[in-house]
């Protein structure tokens, strides 16, 4: 047993240098986003647009709206976002899935069902999100002259800001991940409140089954994010005394 408890130690260490990871490329996204301007994007939008018997809207040449989309483009340091998106994501999952392998180790030991349905969940939900994140961002990092090219032909219908930029791939992953997260914190809780008399430290394991609760039912916000952060190290703690 002491095998997955170490590597489930390891992964709630993973999870909060992750979260530190996660509030850094926040603030580096912020800082290189302030002067993101969209006006070249819109406008080649709104030139797509044709009205009946009024026909398309007098805007600047084609030439012109190009040329400022192309700066859009050139300016946002889209490759960037991805990049951080995906810096975050992946030790968040990472020490996700090894924490939750600790719990499998709980129900090796104890052959609770309660364990093995918050393991797989762990393990498998937040293994997912090292895919979900990253695919939801691509979508709005991946506009270049020649995709703008390419909307401007064919897709006439569906403005090009509201195809590439406020795609729907962004809205689902970021439902999926907020699913996955908020049920799989609140699980966690429930299943620490339940095995804490089977571990070294129950008195841990109540605090920590409780904040997490608590912090999945908050997590999109600061507080959340404060209480989950505190709940892995409870369980940094527990899985320490456990793994010896």
């Known amino acids: 047993m002491a095998n997955e408890y170490k590597i489930a130690f390891y992964g709630a260490i993973i999870t909060l240098l992750s979260f530190i990871l996660i509030g850094i490329a926040l603030a580096v996204m912020g800082f290189i986003t302030r002067d993101y301007n969209l006006m070249g994007l819109a406008l080649a939008s709104l030139e797509q647009i044709d009205i009946p018997i009024i026909g398309p809207l007098p805007l600047l040449p084609y030439e012109a709206v190009l040329l400022m989309a192309i700066a859009d483009v050139s300016t946002s340091n889209a490759s960037q976002i991805l990049g951080l998106g995906i810096l975050g994501a992946l030790p968040f999952a990472v020490g996700g899935v090894m924490t939750g392998y600790g719990f499998y180790g709980f129900y090796k030991q104890e052959q609770s069902t309660l364990c ?89 394991m109540l605090a920590a089954g409780i904040l997490s609760i608590l912090g999945g039912l908050l997590f999109f916000g600061i507080i959340g994010i404060a209480l989950v952060f505190i709940t892995y190290i409870l369980l940094a703690l527990v899985f320490k005394e456990l793994r010896k």
């Open 116 to 204: 093995l349905i918050t393991s797989l969940l762990m393990m498998v939900g937040f293994g997912a999100l090292t895919v979900i994140i990253p695919l939801g961002l691509i979508p709005t990092t991946i506009i270049s002259p020649w995709t703008f090219l390419i909307y401007h032909y064919f897709a006439v219908v569906i403005p090009l800001t509201q195809t590439t930029i406020m795609g729907m791939g962004l809205g689902v992953a970021v439902g999926l991940t907020a699913l996955i997260i908020i049920v799989g914190y609140i699980l966690l809780g429930v299943t620490m409140i339940v095995i804490r008399d089977k571990t070294s430290k129950p008195d841990y």
